[in-house]
């Protein structure tokens, strides 16, 4: 073991199977893998309906068989994107590279001289958090988007009732 370590972030309003398969994949490449909750000061609203916490829970439980040593760390907004890479290796354990295929994080991470590697996108259309919140909302079906750890957490807290009362208009 080289202790090569990975950092992965994401908000994960859930956590839903394109990061499972993005985590698989990356596990295969690293020692250990650092996933990073972004926007972690966000909660109760339609964008973001869980917290920090609650999001620690769907990703620790969704991984526990990952066969890879991963830690999970809540990082807060900062508004100065200039800033953002320094403050997310404030936070996290060291990393040699980033895995993401969001531009901006690309973006911020390559101007910082950081390895980037970006995983395909799988299903996108049906696997992303915009959609599953949708189907919630709307009553659809949305379990068989996220793995089955995370409809346990989301069950227990209530997770769609929230997304729908804070919804709502007064
Ligand atoms: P939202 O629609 O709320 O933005 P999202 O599905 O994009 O949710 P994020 O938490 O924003 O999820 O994404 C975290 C990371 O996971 C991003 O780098 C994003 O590109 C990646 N990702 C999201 N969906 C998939 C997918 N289906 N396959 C592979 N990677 C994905
Ligand atoms: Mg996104």
Redesign the pocket.
């Given at each position: 073991m080289n202790g090569k370590r990975g950092f992965?972030?994401?908000?994960?309003?859930p956590?839903?199977?394109?990061?499972q398969?993005?985590l698989e994949h990356i596990a295969n490449k690293v020692d250990e893998i650092i996933i990073g909750i972004?926007s972690a000061q966000l909660s109760h609203s339609v964008?973001n309906p869980f917290t920090a916490g609650e999001r620690v829970m769907m990703i620790t439980r969704a991984l526990e068989s990952l066969g890879c040593r991963y830690y999970v760390i809540p990082i807060e907004d900062v508004q100065r994107n200039a800033l953002w890479v320094a403050h997310v290796r404030s936070m996290a354990p060291p990393f040699d590279t980033c895995?993401?295929?969001?531009p901006l994080?690309v973006r911020l991470f390559s101007e910082a001289r950081v390895n980037v590697q970006s995983?395909?996108?799988?299903?996108?259309d049906t696997?992303?958090?915009?959609?599953?919140?949708r189907r919630m909302l709307a009553g659809e079906s949305w379990e068989e988007l996220v793995p089955p750890a995370v409809v346990q957490v989301l069950n227990e807290i209530d997770g769609v009732g929230r997304l729908r009362q804070i919804a709502r208009t007064d």
């Open positions: 992965y972030i994401g908000r994960f309003q956590y839903h199977n394109g990061h398969s993005v972004g964008e895995y993401s295929s969001n994080v995983p395909a996108m799988s299903e996108r696997l992303s958090g915009t959609e599953i919140r």
